[in-house]
Structure formats: structure tokens, C-alpha cells
């Protein structure tokens, strides 16, 4: 085979890579979701994640990690990575005894309970079904 037929069927393979049905995890939508009670706007979403806002009014504010959704969360809503993340937790845990966000393991977990629990705030990546108030889209 030639030198131009190889570079022509690289690039075919590289399209086809590219356009492949599988979507590309970078491209996933993340859904900040919020119990119906609660009222923040999304300019409180990297405070409540980051441990700096607890309350609103007399509600205490109940932050969910999404296990299936973490990484994409992290890297689009407040630009951090797993161990910084983990890290920012611990020391608060110690400096200030807060306690990290609870975790669930699906979105399906996370919108039972942001739906059934005052003051809870989590994100998903599935578009939420009608009834769930959706504080931002990222």
C-alpha cells in the first residue's frame, strides 16, 4: 500500500474514532439539583460544596456527592480534582469539625433524595424528571 493510501486510511480510522456512537465523558451535561425548600442560587453552589455556606435562613443546607457523576462534577462546577477535593474536606473535617457531603452511588439515589429531604442539594448527569428543580446546568 502507498504512503498516501496509509495516511488515508489513518485518517479514516481517526473519523470514525472521533464520530463514534460513544459519546465523550467531557461532553456530559451535569444538573445541579436542589430540594424544592431550599432557596440559593447558583452562585452558592461552590460555597455549599466547599463547606463555606451551611445555612440558608434556619435551614441547615444537606450537600450530595454523586459517585457515578463525582469526576464530572468536580472538573465543570468547581474546578477541582478528586484528591484536592478530598483533601479540602479533610481539613475542614479537622479544622472546623464539618462533616463531607453524604454520598449515593446514582443519579436515580440522588433525586430520591433531594426530592425527599429539606435543604438537600446534589448533582446528576441524566436530566432530571419534571418535579425536580434544576438550580443550573453545566
Not at 440558608?56 to 463525582?70: E, R
Request: aromatic fraction near 8%.
Amino acid at each position: 500500500m502507498s504512503q498516501s493510501g496509509n495516511k488515508a486510511r489513518c485518517m479514516a480510522l481517526a473519523a470514525a474514532a472521533l464520530f463514534s456512537a460513544r459519546p465523550s465523558p467531557a461532553l456530559a451535561d451535569v444538573y445541579v439539583i436542589i430540594n424544592s425548600t431550599l432557596a440559593v442560587t447558583a452562585d452558592d453552589i461552590k460555597l455549599i460544596y466547599t463547606g463555606d455556606k451551611e445555612l440558608v435562613g434556619a435551614t441547615k443546607i444537606k450537600p450530595l456527592d454523586n459517585h457515578a457523576a463525582a469526576s464530572e462534577f468536580l472538573s465543570k462546577v468547581l474546578q477541582l480534582n478528586a484528591g484536592r477535593y478530598k483533601s479540602l474536606w479533610t481539613m475542614k473535617s479537622y479544622r472546623d469539625g464539618r462533616t463531607p457531603p453524604a454520598v449515593k452511588a446514582t443519579d436515580d439515589e440522588v433525586i430520591a433524595y433531594v426530592q425527599s429531604t429539606p435543604g438537600a442539594v446534589g448533582y446528576v448527569m441524566s436530566a432530571p424528571p419534571a418535579g425536580v428543580v434544576v438550580l443550573k446546568k453545566f
